[in-house]
């Protein structure tokens, strides 16, 4: 099963051109896991890295929970997959660890986001977690740099898929 994908209108309004092209990377890390195996998912990008594709999906769900729960509503939601002794716990795959759960899991965090998000102008600040400068976030800054960041790590998704079975495209 593909997941489908599609670019948001060119003439749509702000807010819909946002998540529209949040969706769409969201979407473009689902396409680059789909019909792999759990070992081709778990196999690290290149040596010593343990960077996967695995790893990717569960850093994704540890950004959604922070940006639209801790720092937009002020959810005192926990780590996932990470700690204050690993803060990159979410890379370090163990063999009780399961592609379903990851996959799971950053779906459910996206959820989330969304109904987080509804509640919200894009305009409108954030409740929860400040800038170093203490200021809060708009919605807008937060789209902003959720689509950033799927972005730079499609670009990872991009190689690491290539190097596991040779497919290539966005």
């Known amino acids: 099963m593909t997941t489908e994908r599609r670019e948001p209108d060119r003439n749509a309004d702000e807010r819909t051109m946002l998540e529209g092209w949040l969706d769409y990377h969201r979407c473009t890390l689902a396409r680059k896991c789909e019909g792999l195996t759990d070992e081709q998912v778990r196999t690290a990008s290149v040596e010593p890295s343990v960077l996967?594709?695995?790893?990717l999906v569960r850093h994704m769900a540890e950004v959604e929970r922070a940006w639209f729960r801790r720092v937009l509503v002020d959810d005192d939601a926990g780590w996932i997959y990470c700690s204050e002794a690993d803060p990159d716990g979410e890379f370090r795959l163990t063999d009780a660890d399961t592609w379903q759960e990851a996959q799971a899991t950053w779906q459910a965090e996206i959820d989330i986001a969304r109904r987080n998000a509804a509640g919200f102008?894009?305009?409108?600040?954030s409740r929860g977690r400040s800038g170093s400068g203490g200021e809060p976030f708009s919605l807008r800054w937060i789209y902003t740099h959720m689509i950033e960041e799927y972005a730079r790590h499609n670009g990872h998704a991009d190689l690491i898929r290539e190097r596991l079975d040779g497919a290539t495209g966005d």
């Open 121 to 125: 102008a894009l305009g409108d600040l």
């Open 52 to 55: 996967s594709l695995m790893g």
